[in-house]
């Protein structure tokens, strides 16, 4: 009889197992599987080694990327496909005139330097070209800041360089872009950071608990931020933490503004892509992974793995970029579902911006006939200013929408709450 149970429990055991094996897996993509909860990368690291190594001696300094050809060619040869230039439904570094794709941008940005030219950035290999050849104008050479790490080590040595003239600071010290220093210094592989605003707000405050070292590299420059009015030296507006409302009490307690409306006299607040306070608290970034993850993905360059150095939309490279992770679905299954939460985001946008253009221009009106002054005038005037910053926060931020629709939804929606009071004071 013992032997009889005991075999029949073994029986019962495999039967078990079968029978758990066979079951059919989660295939909801919106809410991550069992599967994809074994995946997620650990305290921001990425699956995948790269199998490239050298073992010479690397070039000191500030160099161009070429110097490190004979070190790392596959690595040198990912980082120079960054000079394509390629569009996606929503994004994308395919430049296009930003005020003749959306004219109300005239409106918004009237009287000051984003209305004379405004384009779509062409990415890593143009940033020095483009900021050099643009035609708005600059303050000082801290226009640079982002741009490349010879400013940033002037800056070290004298803060005076962010008032230095700008086309003047290029000529005498600027002939290297961006390159492999700007992310890693002398260190291939070892994250270097050497702007001075992402420095000095980590060490103003506890943000640098929120941030991994993957995403510090790119919050370098991916964040918003302003230059002081004073010193010319660009500021991040962390003190308070990360995201729109944060940013907007701290220009709040600052009384800090960019311009002043010619035709409404609001004090406004020019956003600048803001990728890193707009991707932290997401779905992706609670999970625990960061820019590295999607934006760098381990690739096959010329038959060896890397780290892939060209920076681009993840959807361009979704085999390796996602489905590492949504491993039940295919690459044109996650793009079309990457796109249909960017839709509504992109779509709201829209509708927002042409809500704020009537605004301001029924504010500019009553304004200049009269009808309107005084607690009023100011009332409609902060509504303006506060308004356009929510938008405008989205609306520059580079994900279109997919690094954080939750939040961008909720600004958007601010801000058109905003709009409709102001629109019913304008019509008392």
């Known amino acids: 009889m013992r032997n009889k149970a005991k075999v029949l429990l073994l029986l019962l055991v495999i039967f078990s197992l079968i029978v758990t094996g066979c079951t059919k897996p989660n295939t909801d993509t919106t809410k991550p599987t069992e599967q994809d909860e074994t995946k997620k990368p650990e305290d921001g690291k990425t699956s995948g080694e790269s199998e490239v190594v050298s073992s010479k001696e690397g070039p000191k300094g500030i160099v161009k990327v070429e ?6 060619p596959e690595i040198v040869a990912s980082f120079n496909k960054n000079s394509e230039m390629k569009a996606s439904t929503y994004g994308g570094s395919e430049p296009h005139d930003y005020l003749e794709k959306y004219p109300y941008l005239k409106t918004f940005y009237e009287g000051f330097v984003f209305a004379v030219q405004y384009d779509r950035a062409r990415g890593h290999s143009y940033a020095l070209e483009d900021v050099v050849n643009t035609a708005r104008p600059k303050k000082g050479a801290s226009c640079l800041d982002c741009k490349v790490s010879q400013y940033a080590e002037a800056l070290a040595k004298d803060k005076g360089a962010a008032m230095a003239n700008f086309e003047e600071f290029v000529k005498e010290n600027v002939t290297i872009g961006f390159t492999c220093y700007d992310c890693h210094g002398e260190e291939p592989g070892v994250v ?11 060490e103003k405050n506890d943000n640098k608990e929120q941030l991994t070292s993957k995403q510090t590299t790119c919050a370098q420059c991916h964040v918003d931020y302003y230059m002081t009015k004073d010193e010319n030296l660009t500021t991040l507006p962390w003190d308070q933490g990360l995201g729109c409302d944060k940013a907007y009490a701290h220009q709040q307690a600052n009384g800090f503004y960019d311009w002043e409306h010619p035709k409404t006299g609001a ?5 600048q892509h803001p990728e890193t306070e707009t991707f932290e608290g997401s779905v992706h970034e609670k999970m625990g992974l960061d820019c590295i993850t999607c934006h760098m993905p381990t690739v096959e360059q010329d038959g060896k793995k890397i780290k892939s150095h060209h920076w681009t939309s993840p959807l361009f490279t979704a085999k390796e970029s996602c489905l590492s992770c949504h491993f039940n679905m295919d690459e044109q299954g996650i793009v079309k579902l990457a796109e249909s939460i960017q839709k509504p985001v992109v779509e709201m946008t829209e509708e927002v911006a042409l809500k704020l253009e009537d605004y301001i221009n029924k504010l500019a009106a009553k304004k200049e006939d009269g009808s309107l002054n005084g607690e009023n005038l100011t009332k409609c005037q902060d509504i303006h200013r506060e308004a356009q910053f929510y938008w405008d926060y989205v609306f520059v931020e580079n994900g279109e929408g997919f690094h954080n629709n939750t939040k961008q939804k909720e600004y958007l929606k601010h801000a058109d709450e905003l709009i409709d009071e102001g629109l019913k004071l304008l019509e008392v």
Request: no cysteine; aromatic share 10%.
């Open 67 to 72: 110097e490190w050809q004979e070190h790392y």
């Open 192 to 202: 270097h950071l050497n702007r001075a605003h992402l420095i000095s707000a980590l």
């Open 267 to 271: 004090k406004l607040i020019k956003a």
